[in-house]
């Protein structure tokens, strides 16, 4: 109950286009799903992140759509460049477990096409 | 003002021996999270601190790791009896404890155990 599945493992888009990345809960008790960017060598960085109080967030060409009775949220990136070409995390954590821990789903290696 | 930091950045040791990973967080967070990251793996959290006090140990793999944190800010994980599953990309994260659901992570101190 505490997995966070992620899919795809690996993309490749073309400049451009539009990428799409999937996550799935079965925790009803997160309350907060971030998404983070990591690039090669570095440490994740927060890209995006949404409660469940509301359906779509959108900053610049990121977007995260939330469909709670899913218990589903996707990442959706516009006009695709090659330097998001990196690897992308979502994450859940939940206030009444007290830590705020996030349960990591295992990553989408993006790869955006010049 | 400075991110979150650790060190070493690189840390290769030889079976059986100990290492201590150090990391400081963004001044003023109350919340420190450890993570590990194996190769092609997602991230798996290790442990929490509010303060100095770990409330949620729950994800520390064996009785050779173990954490502490002084100050309420610089934290130490510290590994005993390495093994070569140990390992894997040690990430520290850092949050605000006013709501404090965004974690900001260091770079990681990448761990070889031959």
């Known amino acids: 109950q505490q997995q966070v599945k992620q899919s795809p493992q690996s993309l490749i888009v073309q400049k451009g286009g539009i990428s799409i990345i999937n996550c799935a809960y079965e925790?009803?008790?997160?309350?907060?799903f971030p998404w983070y960017q990591q690039f090669p060598g570095k440490g994740p960085a927060l890209l995006i992140a949404?409660?469940?109080?509301?359906s779509e967030k959108k900053e610049g060409r990121f977007t995260i759509s939330f469909n709670k009775s899913a218990k589903q949220f996707s990442l959706h990136i516009m006009d695709s460049q090659p330097g998001d070409s990196a690897t992308y995390f979502c994450?859940?954590?939940?206030?009444?477990?007290?830590?705020?821990?996030?349960?990591f789903g295992t990553g989408t290696r993006l790869k955006v096409l010049a | 003002g400075a991110g979150v930091s650790q060190s070493p950045s690189n840390k290769v040791t030889e079976k059986g021996k100990d290492v201590e990973l150090r990391c400081d967080p963004i001044?003023?967070?109350?919340?420190l999270y450890w993570y590990r990251q194996s190769l092609g793996q997602g991230l798996e959290f290790l442990i929490y601190?509010?303060?100095?006090?770990?409330?949620?140990k729950s994800g520390l793999p064996s009785d050779r790791f173990s954490a502490e944190r002084t100050g309420g800010s610089v934290s130490t994980l510290t590994i005993q009896r390495t093994q070569q599953e140990d390992s894997a990309v040690y990430l520290c994260?850092?949050?605000?404890?006013?709501?404090?659901?965004?974690?900001?992570f260091g770079p990681g101190t990448r761990l070889l155990v031959l």
């Open positions: 925790n009803t008790a997160f309350d907060y």
């Open positions: 994450a859940a954590s939940s206030r009444t477990s007290g830590t705020y821990k996030y349960i």
């Open positions: 601190f509010q303060g100095n006090s770990a409330p949620d």
């Open positions: 994260a850092s949050s605000s404890g006013v709501r404090g659901e965004t974690q900001y």
């Open positions: 001044s003023g967070h109350t919340a």
């Open positions: 949404i409660r469940p109080d509301v």
